[in-house]
């Protein structure tokens, strides 16, 4: 199956996570949109978040308390419906200053060409250690 489409979708996603713009992230998510980031409940932006307040709501957790320093796909896996991207980041903890390095699988599903579904499978442990809440 084609999944280019989804490709654009995704550039467009991550550009706008990485500039922090709301309405174009707004812009890429179906109205029944759901994001759940696996992680323990001490991360406070991990659990789930429903709607497009719900994923304004969790940028806005995550920006309070880390920096996007650096996103780069390793590897993508598409098809029309669902598409797999395993990625490195580095991110920097705003309060304790301390930077963290992690690979990461977000798992996106689509519907009517927009994302309906993104799951964050994450090295959460060493956000909980940056942040201090171990």
């Not at 991360?43 to 709607?51: H, I, N, Y």
């Not at 993104?118 to 956000?127: C, I, R």
């Amino acid at each position: 199956m084609d999944g280019m489409p989804n490709t654009r979708l995704l550039d467009t996603f991550y550009t706008a996570i990485k500039a922090a713009d709301a309405a174009a992230l707004a812009q890429c998510v179906s109205a029944d949109f759901e994001l759940h980031w696996q992680g323990p409940s001490a991360l406070p932006w991990a659990g789930r978040w429903q709607g497009v307040d719900g994923l304004l709501r969790f940028f806005a957790a995550l920006n309070q308390h880390i920096e996007v320093l650096k996103i780069e796909r390793k590897h993508v896996l598409t098809d029309a419906a669902v598409t797999v991207v395993v990625l490195e980041g580095r991110w920097r903890a705003r309060a304790s200053g301390r930077e963290i390095a992690a690979q990461a699988a977000n798992v996106f599903a689509f519907v009517d060409g927009r994302i309906a579904r993104y799951t964050v499978l994450n090295d959460s442990g060493a956000f909980v250690e940056a942040l201090g809440l171990v």
